[in-house]
C-alpha cells in the first residue's frame, strides 16, 4: 500500500475525522532513552494537534537509520505486527524524515499510512494556515520536500517492474511529474516574492517605531501573553502551532509607543526546508529591534528548547538583538516542584538563585511571570518600557525628542 500523491493538491495528510497510530524513535549514540522519551512526547502532541490519538510507541537503539526500514529488520516485524493485531490503527509515525524508499517499504510491510515528523508538521502547518502568505509558504514548503521524496512516493511508477519496453517509460514519467514540480515551485517562488515585496512596504511604513518580537519554542504562551500586554484577542489554545500567521499589534505604556508582534513558534527538528519557506514571515523577527524570548519553565526540557531558539535564531542573523528571556508559567513550575510546606520567604530564595543561574547559562536577562495569573507582569512593563526607550534615544532620536 504505497503513499498517493497529487502534483499541487492542497489536501493536508491526515483525514478530518480521529485517526490511531503509533510512534517510533531511534535511541541513537549520544541519546539517552529519556531524551528519545521527551522528542517523542513532542511528536504525540503534534499528532494530537493533527487529529490523532497515538496508543503506543517503540523505540529501538540504533547507531543509525537502516536504509531500508529505518529501524530494524525486527523491530520493523514487531511493528508491522501489532499494527496488523489492532484494527483502529491507521498510521505510523516516525520521528525522523524518511526517504521516499523506507517510505514505500514501510507501507508494504505495514499496510498503513506512514508519517514522518517532518510531514506532521507540514500536515499542522497547512490547516493553521489562514493568509495567502502562509498558505503559499506551506504549499512551497510541501512541494520541495515532495521534490526529494519522488521516487518513493509515485504509485503509478511502482506498476512498472523494469525490462523491456519498460524502463524509458518509467524515467520519462519520474522527470514529467519533476518537472511539474518544479515548475509549481518556481511559480510559488514568484507568488511569495510578489507578497514578500507587499509585507516590506508595510513594515516600512512601520520603520520609525521601535519594534518588539515575541519568538520562543511553540505552545509556551506567546499568544497569551500577546493579549495580556495588547489587551488584544489573538487566538490561543494548549496546542502546537496554534497561531501561524504573524500578528503585529501597537502598544503605548507611559506614552512610550511600539510594535509588538507575534511569530510562529519553533520546534526541535524544525524541517531545513520548512525554515526557507517561513523565512519571509520570520523576517519580522530579523527587523525587530527587541526580542522578547518566551520560555515555559514548567516544561521538562526548557533548557534544550531555549538552545532550539537561540541556535534557530542564529540561523536567522538574530542573535545579537537586545533580548530578555521571559520564564513564563512560573505558577505551574511551583506546583509541579515546589514542596507544600515551603514559605515565600524560601521561594523566593530559590526562584531567585534559578533566575541568576539561567541568566548566566544563557546570557540574557531575564524575568519570572505568569501570564494565566498575571504574576511579574508589571516588571515586564516596566523592564519593556525602558528598552523601548534606550532603543528610541539609539535609533529614532528624532522621534523620542517628539514626546
Same mark, same amino acid.
Given at each position: 500500500m504505497a503513499n498517493e500523491w497529487n502534483v499541487g493538491k492542497k489536501e493536508s495528510g491526515l483525514r478530518k475525522e480521529k485517526e490511531y497510530a503509533v510512534t517510533v524513535g531511534l535511541i541513537k549514540r549520544k541519546q539517552t532513552e529519556d531524551q528519545v522519551a521527551e522528542y517523542l512526547d513532542e511528536l504525540e502532541f503534534l499528532a494530537l494537534t493533527a487529529g490523532a490519538v497515538t496508543v503506543k510507541r517503540f523505540t529501538q537503539k540504533l547507531d543509525s537509520p537502516d536504509n531500508k526500514t529505518f529501524v530494524g529488520s525486527g523491530k520493523a516485524e514487531e511493528i508491522a505486527e501489532y499494527v496488523k493485531n489492532h484494527e483502529e490503527i491507521t498510521m505510523v509515525i516516525f520521528d525522523d524524515d524518511l526517504s521516499g524508499k523506507q517510505n514505500g517499504v514501510l507501507e508494504e510491510r505495514m499496510k498503513v499510512k506512514i508519517i514522518d515528523r517532518s510531514t506532521l508538521i507540514l500536515d499542522i502547518f497547512a490547516s493553521r494556515a489562514q493568509t495567502a502568505q502562509a498558505k503559499t509558504q506551506v504549499e512551497l514548503a510541501q512541494m520541495q520536500y515532495m &521534490?526529494?521524496?519522488?521516487?518513493? !512516493?509515485?504509485?503509478? /511508477?511502482?506498476? $512498472?517492474?523494469?525490462?523491456?519496453?519498460?524502463?524509458?517509460?518509467?524515467?520519462?514519467?519520474?522527470?514529467?511529474?519533476?518537472?511539474?514540480?518544479?515548475? *509549481?515551485?518556481?511559480? !510559488? *517562488?514568484?507568488?511569495?516574492?510578489? /507578497?514578500?515585496? $507587499? %509585507?516590506?512596504?508595510r513594515r516600512k511604513g512601520r520603520d520609525t517605531m521601535v519594534r518588539v518580537a515575541l519568538v520562543g519554542y511553540t +505552545?509556551?504562551? #506567546?499568544?497569551?501573553?500577546? +493579549? !495580556?500586554?495588547? #489587551?488584544?484577542?489573538?487566538? %490561543?489554545?494548549? #496546542?502546537?502551532? %496554534?497561531? &501561524?500567521?504573524?500578528?503585529?499589534?501597537?502598544? %503605548?505604556y507611559e506614552g512610550v509607543p511600539f510594535l509588538l508582534t507575534d511569530t510562529v513558534g519553533f520546534i526541535r527538528k524544525l524541517p531545513h526546508h520548512l525554515v526557507e519557506s517561513f523565512k519571509s514571515t520570520l523576517d519580522e523577527v530579523r527587523e525587530s529591534d527587541i526580542l522578547l524570548h518566551i520560555v515555559d519553565v514548567a516544561h521538562p526540557a526548557y533548557e534544550d528548547q531555549i538552545r532550539t531558539v537561540q541556535e534557530l535564531l542564529k540561523e536567522l542573523g538574530a542573535d545579537q538583538?537586545?533580548?530578555?528571556?521571559?520564564? +513564563?508559567?512560573?505558577d505551574l513550575f511551583r506546583e509541579r516542584n515546589y514542596d507544600l510546606y515551603l514559605d515565600e520567604e524560601g521561594r523566593d530564595e530559590v526562584e531567585e538563585g534559578l533566575r541568576k543561574s539561567l541568566e548566566s547559562e544563557f546570557q540574557n536577562e531575564s524575568l519570572l511571570i505568569s501570564a494565566h495569573t498575571r504574576e511579574g507582569m508589571d516588571l515586564l512593563r516596566e523592564r519593556l518600557v525602558a528598552m523601548v526607550k534606550d532603543e528610541y534615544q539609539t535609533t529614532y532620536p528624532y522621534v523620542a525628542k517628539h514626546w
Open positions: &521534490l526529494t521524496r519522488l521516487r518513493g !512516493l509515485w504509485t503509478h /511508477l511502482e506498476r $512498472q517492474r523494469g525490462g523491456i519496453g519498460m524502463r524509458g517509460p518509467g524515467e520519462t514519467e519520474i522527470e514529467t511529474d519533476r518537472r511539474i514540480i518544479r515548475d *509549481k515551485i518556481a511559480k !510559488l *517562488k514568484k507568488d511569495l516574492e510578489k /507578497l514578500d515585496r $507587499q %509585507a516590506s512596504t +505552545n509556551v504562551g #506567546k499568544s497569551t501573553l500577546m +493579549n !495580556l500586554v495588547t #489587551k488584544s484577542d489573538v487566538f %490561543a489554545e494548549n #496546542k502546537l502551532f %496554534a497561531t &501561524l500567521d504573524t500578528t503585529v499589534r501597537k502598544v %503605548a538583538k537586545p533580548t530578555v528571556l521571559i520564564f +513564563n508559567k512560573i
